[in-house]
Every structure is written in structure tokens, then in C-alpha cells.
């Protein structure tokens, strides 16, 4: 499986735009890249996906460089409810997701 | 809106029980799974279930197994309980369409294992 990278840990303040990086430069030309974020006491949540298009939706948008060998996902206006890991997660044929370990994003009042 | 319900959000068990964990969507979605979450190590794919009475190891499978008699529930069955199966155990499920459908899941059970 192809392999993610992504810091541990960042801060941002609230009501500021957010940038989570994540670099994968193995990626194959079928993969598509996925967001989940898992706020403190419960599952992972969907947030994005997307192929070789910047991708929004009513969560986040999703920066996907040419190369595709990284992409951003961005929260516009964080609040403290944004606080959660966020897993960027590459996914093939196969069903299965494999989670690295994800930032732990803290959002600063 | 996609619901994923697992049976109990706690459980204590004791060292050699059996040891059922049950969790029901109610989408219709083809795909099940159920991984594992520990502190450092992030979330560990156990098992998977991709239809009825169908199942495939995921990276970690020893010491569980998993039963789907019905397309809404998945059940991870800890055959005998150990000490290092305590963990948060989340469940999952998701249409057939691998790399763009996504996965939701359940809040998860805090299992411990005495």
C-alpha cells in the first residue's frame, strides 16, 4: 500500500483557515486520496476524497498538487469543534483503509 | 444519514472469556470491518466482510474471529479473551466501490480485558 506522511501535531487559532498537509509520493496513478478526522471519543469521520481535482464540500476543501504527490486539506474557518486527528489515507483496489497515525490538530481560543 | 451502532460503548470482560462485540448499520452497504485502535499505533484492520457470510483477514486477525449471518451485522468474537486485546475496537461499513466510497463508523466499545 502506498504510504502517507504527515506532521504530528499543529495548531492554528480559531476562526483562522487551516492547512493539513500530507505527502505521498508513492502514489499510484488509481489511487484516491481520502480525509477522515476523528474527534476525542469517537470513530473516524469522512471529511473529503478526491482523484486529481480540488475537491469542496460543505466540511473542508481538498488541494491536490499537479503531481499529485501531496495534497492539503483545508478547514476555511476553524473552530474549537475542528479539534481532532486527521488521517490522510490513500486508497487502491482494495477496500481496505490503512490509517497511519494522523495530525492532532489544536485549535487556540 | 448513515448510522453505525455498536452494542455497547464499555465493556469489562475477564482473562479467558468469550467475548462478543456486535455492531449493525443500517445503509444497506456491502462492506464491514472491524479494526482495532491503541494509543501510538493508530487504527489496525482485524477483519473484513465484504458480504454475507464472507470475511477476509485484515493485518492483525489472531485471537479474534468474525461472523456476518445478516448484510447489516458484523460480529467480532474474541475467542478467549486476553489481557492484550484491551483496546477501543471501532466497526465500519461502506458501499462496494473501493477507492471512492467512504467508510463510516460507529463510535466504538472500550473494551477491557481483567
Redesign the interface.
Not at chain 1, 486508497?91 to 494522523?102: E, H, Q, T
Given at each position: 500500500d502506498a504510504k502517507t506522511t504527515q506532521p504530528n501535531s499543529m495548531e492554528s487559532n480559531e476562526e483562522e483557515p487551516v492547512h493539513l498537509p500530507c505527502n505521498h509520493s508513492t502514489i499510484s496513478g488509481?489511487?484516491?486520496i481520502?480525509w477522515?478526522r476523528q474527534l476525542p471519543?469517537?470513530?473516524?469521520?469522512?471529511v473529503i476524497?478526491g482523484?486529481t481535482s480540488n475537491v469542496n464540500n460543505r466540511m473542508a476543501s481538498l488541494a491536490i498538487a499537479e503531481d499529485r504527490k501531496s495534497s492539503t486539506l483545508i478547514l476555511h474557518r476553524a473552530t474549537l469543534r475542528d479539534a481532532a486527528v486527521y488521517?490522510c489515507i490513500l486508497?487502491?483496489?482494495?477496500?481496505?483503509?490503512?490509517?497511519?497515525?494522523?495530525t492532532r490538530l489544536h485549535i487556540l481560543p | 444519514d448513515v448510522k453505525v451502532t455498536q452494542s455497547s460503548r464499555y465493556l469489562v470482560k475477564r482473562t479467558g472469556e468469550k467475548v462478543f462485540l456486535e455492531c449493525v448499520q443500517d445503509m444497506d452497504h456491502e462492506n464491514m470491518f472491524w479494526y482495532r485502535q491503541d494509543p501510538g499505533l493508530g487504527l489496525r484492520l482485524i477483519y473484513f466482510s465484504y458480504d454475507v457470510k464472507m470475511k477476509e483477514k485484515g493485518d492483525i486477525p489472531e485471537g479474534y474471529s468474525v461472523s456476518r449471518e445478516k448484510k447489516e451485522r458484523f460480529s467480532l468474537i474474541l475467542e478467549s479473551a486476553s489481557t492484550n486485546q484491551t483496546s477501543m475496537y471501532l466497526c465500519a461499513s461502506s458501499f462496494v466501490g473501493f477507492r471512492n466510497q467512504p467508510q463510516h463508523f460507529g463510535d466504538g466499545t472500550r473494551l477491557s480485558i481483567l
Open positions: 488509481t489511487d484516491y481520502h477522515y471519543s469517537q470513530g473516524p469521520e469522512y476524497h482523484l488521517y486508497r487502491d483496489v482494495d477496500d481496505k483503509i490503512i490509517f497511519g497515525k494522523g | -
